[in-house]
């Protein structure tokens, strides 16, 4: 199929547009001793498409077209301008991130839009979200993988905080990769869901994380997880207020 033509996303307000009315997170993020961040646009990859159906989107990544299945019943059943900026980031940089066999984990997947791209590159995903996102989750990835000759991702319950030694112990369940969009806004589980970092980022784990950084509290979460892992930024989409960041543990 073809993919549409660049275009950029229309942006939201956002509480923190000036950075500096915002707390000073600078300290949270180490210097990259090889390039600064790069500068972005996100791309449009949403394809138009005459369909009866109102809630389904359609976008293309890795040259496949992505159905997605929306609602407005739940936070995680959009699709997140965080998700279009990492799974841009996840195509245009597949050869350095090299997905092809590695370990993935998502947390919060939502529509599984990111999962769904790491799986077509080659990635043994999970998709993790909260009990009432998983059938959606599940129904979208099912849809965009089932006929493809690629790793099957698998869709499971993963609530931030809660039965991690249970149901992900660190001795079997070692990660390459964990991806995270979006995930940081303003809801009452920032402590949790810095625990699930900090649980799930063992040592030669990289944590992809991108988010839309709105609200003053969106800054102070960045630097709590920058005081307990190694955080740098990778990429910027200033015109969606976006930022995208690698975050590994720290060396002692
Ligand atoms: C803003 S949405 C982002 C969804 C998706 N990552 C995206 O970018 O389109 C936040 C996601 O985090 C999930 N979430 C919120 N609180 C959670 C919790 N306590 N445990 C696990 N997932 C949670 C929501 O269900 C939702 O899928």
Redesign the pocket.
Known sequence: MDCPTKEEFSEEQAECQDESNCPDYSSAIAESNSESPRILKILQKWVPTVSPYFDKEHYCYADSQITIQESID???????????A?SQYLESNQQELNLKDKKVL?????????SIVASILGAYVTA???P??LEN?QMNISRNTKHMNIHQPEVR??????DLNEDFPKSTHHYDFIL????V?H???LD??LT?LAYLCQPGTVLLW?NKFRFSTDFEFLKKLGNILLVTLLAEFPESNIKLFKVTVKEN
């Open positions: 739940h936070f995680g059943a959009i699709v997140w301008p965080g998700a279009l990492l998502e947390i919060g997947a939502g529509t599984g839009l990111v993790t979200d909260l009432e996102v989750l319950k993963l609530v931030w905080g809660e995270a969009s979006d995930v806004y809801h009452t589980c949790p869901l699930t991108a």
